[in-house]
Each structure stands twice: as structure tokens, then as C-alpha cells.
């Protein structure tokens, strides 16, 4: 009984933290640019894309701590992108500081998101682990418990009594070779300070990342940076 009760402490805070972590991530903006000129009035809007040049330059270049960025011309939002911004092709909008468009989420991660899709994952393999082992725990304990005569009978009367500790428990190994590594992973990026698109791209293979500080800064960067509350055109 006592067991069961530090087993809640500890397993419902992370449980809850990681469904609010989830529908934070999912339903909060990560980051849109809104596009020039979409709360103008329709005649405005339409005198404004009669002056825009029919073809403008594909690229700009712009110098941010000494390295150079090539800004894109986004033609869908018809803008060119900040730094670190990307055209999300399932969003269909270019969101500053693009990570990824995560499926399980059904959003993407970006820059106003990012740190709450953080601390979901982070909750979650938390989560996991404690389950795993938390429920083997209470298999083996009821095993010893109705191991009498033998050990075969003890198995058989520990899996009726306590089938959902086994579930748990090869739902929990299925699960959380792929949320550990995720978040293992996401840990790199973060002491590098780097995104996902910009990692698999293989943007700073040269070592010339402009926005690394160092691991510790990074992190410190993450857990406290100012909410964005307003993204400017």
C-alpha cells in the first residue's frame, strides 16, 4: 500500500505535466510570420501585388555574427525569410526557428513552441521510466508473495492478479527506446543550439554555428528565454 502511494506522488505529476506539455505544444502557435499585407483591406492587398516586382531575387544576403545567411524568397508567403525560418510544406506557413512538423503533435515545433514540446518529452520518458520500473517491481513482489509450493503456480496467480503490471511493462520497453532516444537527441541540440531541419541539412558541419554559446549558455537560453509575444513582419 505504501509503495503504491509513492508510486502516485511521483507518477501523477509527471503524467499531468506531460498531457499539459502535449496540448501546449499542439495547440499553441510555433512561431508563424504572418504574410505582408493579410489585414489589409482586399483593395489595398491588390494594389500592393500589382507594385511587387513579378520575379524578385531568390536570395538576399544578410551577415548575422560574422556568418553569412542567404535569406530565401518565399513565394508562397511572398516575403523573404529571417534567419532560421522555413516554409512548413504541411503547414503551409513559414515559421520562425523551424524544428520540425511533428506527427504526434499534429503542429509544427518552432520558436514560440519549442520549449514546452521540451518539457514534454522530457516528462514523458520520465514517465516511462518510472513505469517500467514500477511495474516489474510489483510483479516480482507478488510472485514472492503466492510463491508457497511453486514458483510456476506463483507466476500464474501474480499474472491474474496483476496482468496490467505486465502490459505496462512491454508497453513501456515499446515505447521508450524511441521517447528516450528522441530526447537524448533533442538534448544535443539544445547544448548546440541547433534545430532538427538545421541539423539533418547539415548546416553548421564546418563548426561555424553562429548561435552556439556553449552548452551551458544554450541551455540557459532555453529554460529562460522571454515568451515571444509578437513576431514582427
Known amino acids: 500500500m505504501t509503495g503504491g502511494w509513492v508510486m502516485c506522488v511521483f507518477a501523477v505529476p509527471m503524467q499531468v505535466l506531460s498531457l499539459l506539455m502535449f496540448l501546449r505544444t499542439a495547440l499553441s502557435d510555433p512561431g508563424i510570420l504572418p504574410r505582408p499585407g493579410v489585414s489589409l483591406p482586399a483593395e489595398v492587398v491588390s494594389v500592393l501585388t500589382m507594385l511587387t516586382p513579378v520575379n524578385p531575387p531568390k536570395h538576399q544576403d544578410v551577415a548575422v555574427q560574422g556568418h553569412l545567411f542567404k535569406l530565401k524568397y518565399c513565394a508562397t508567403c511572398r516575403m523573404y525569410r529571417p534567419p532560421r525560418c522555413v516554409h512548413c510544406s504541411i503547414c503551409d506557413n513559414c515559421v520562425l526557428k523551424?524544428?520540425?512538423?511533428?506527427?504526434?503533435?499534429?503542429?509544427?515545433?518552432?520558436?514560440?513552441?519549442?520549449?514546452?514540446?521540451?518539457?514534454?518529452?522530457?516528462?514523458?520518458?520520465?514517465?516511462?521510466?518510472?513505469?517500467?520500473?514500477?511495474?516489474?517491481?510489483?510483479?516480482f513482489v507478488l510472485v514472492q508473495d503466492y510463491h508457497t509450493d511453486s514458483l510456476s503456480n506463483a507466476i500464474k496467480a501474480a499474472f491474474e492478479h496483476a496482468w496490467d503490471a505486465a502490459i505496462l511493462t512491454i508497453y513501456s520497453l515499446g515505447f521508450l527506446w524511441f521517447v528516450v532516444g528522441l530526447t537524448g537527441y533533442h538534448a544535443y541540440l539544445i547544448s548546440t543550439n541547433q534545430t532538427t531541419y538545421e541539423q539533418i541539412k547539415g548546416y553548421y558541419d564546418d563548426n561555424t554555428n553562429p548561435w552556439d554559446k556553449g552548452p551551458l549558455k544554450n541551455f540557459r537560453s532555453l529554460v529562460f528565454q522571454p515568451k515571444?509575444?509578437?513576431?514582427?513582419l
Open 98 to 139: 523551424f524544428d520540425h512538423h511533428c506527427p504526434w503533435v499534429g503542429n509544427c515545433v518552432g520558436a514560440r513552441n519549442y520549449r514546452s514540446f521540451i518539457y514534454f518529452i522530457y516528462s514523458t520518458s520520465l514517465y516511462l521510466i518510472l513505469v517500467l520500473v514500477a511495474s516489474p517491481v510489483k510483479f
Open 228 to 232: 515571444i509575444t509578437r513576431i514582427p
